[in-house]
Antibody
Framework: EVQLVQSGAEVKKPGQSLKISCKAS????????LGWVRQMPGKGLEWMGI????????RYSPSFEGQVTISVDKSINTAYLQWSSLRASDSGIYYC??????????????????WGQGTMVSVSS | QSALTQPASVSGSPGQSITISCTGS?????????VSWYQQYPGKAPRLMIY???KWPSGVSDRFSGSKSGNTASLTISRLQAEDEADYYC??????????FGTGTKVTVL
């Protein structure tokens, strides 16, 4: 079973750094892109960026370029989303999701199939 | 890269059909048959309902159907049921491994 398990909720102060994780299991971690999606309180989904774990090729939404860093550790099938200096506007729920998963001869091209349970990040002074 | 435009809300009575539009541009929806749709209940992670404009992932009811014309994609929910009350988001591939989500639509079953 394909599964993404994200790290727990975080409460931080503005200016602090943070790294949240997304641990994958049940599939070939290095074969599929993995994306991150933000959902601010009461708002919609926003695509943040995506990474190909095999070579750590990362792409970012212009809205998030330079604001966050997406990385992976292939040895433990885990992807990360990190901030060097949080702002209150970074508060929200962050989801990771596998992109374009193939199973039984069917590939869900460029669709976010399996999602993590989400990590809530609260930033407040 | 602007968010795709969806109506804020759509409602319908049980048994009826409703359609949610998703308008993008020639850089995303209009250029690729790679529009997907997601259902999200409050406090839950999104769930993939449609991919590649009109295909169903395993386990998704065929009451959900997708289509596209030009820069606008659409999701139709037929034979509306109470359990369909949720938020729905479209998403389009936008080239060079980038994506853009829609603004989201709240579906209310009257």
């Amino acid at each position: 079973e394909v599964q993404l398990v994200q790290s727990g909720a975080e409460v931080k102060k503005p200016g602090q750094s943070l790294k949240i994780s997304c641990k994958a299991s049940g599939y070939s971690f290095t074969s599929y892109w993995l994306g991150w999606v933000r959902q601010m309180p009461g708002k919609g989904l926003e695509w943040m960026g995506i990474i190909f774990p095999s070579d750590s090729d990362a792409r970012y939404s212009p809205s998030f370029e330079g604001q966050v860093t997406i990385s992976v550790d292939k040895s433990i099938n885990t992807a990360y989303l990190q901030w060097s200096s949080l702002r209150a506007s970074d508060s929200g729920i962050y989801y990771c999701a596998v992109v374009g998963y193939c199973s039984g001869g069917t590939c869900l091209h460029d669709a976010f199939d399996t999602w993590g349970q989400g990590t809530m990040v609260s930033v407040s002074s | 890269q602007s968010a795709l435009t969806q109506p804020a809300s759509v409602s319908g009575s049980p048994g009826q059909s409703i359609t949610i539009s998703c308008t993008g541009s020639s850089s995303d929806v209009g250029s690729y048959n790679l529009v997907s749709w997601y259902q999200q209940y409050p406090g839950k992670a999104p769930r993939l309902m449609i991919y590649e404009v009109s295909k169903w992932p395993s386990g998704v009811s065929d009451r959900f159907s997708g289509s596209k014309s030009g820069n606008t994609a659409s999701l139709t929910i037929s034979r509306l049921q109470a359990e369909d009350e949720a938020d729905y988001y479209c998403c389009s591939y936008a080239g060079t491994s980038t994506y853009v989500f829609g603004t989201g639509t709240k579906v209310t079953v009257l």
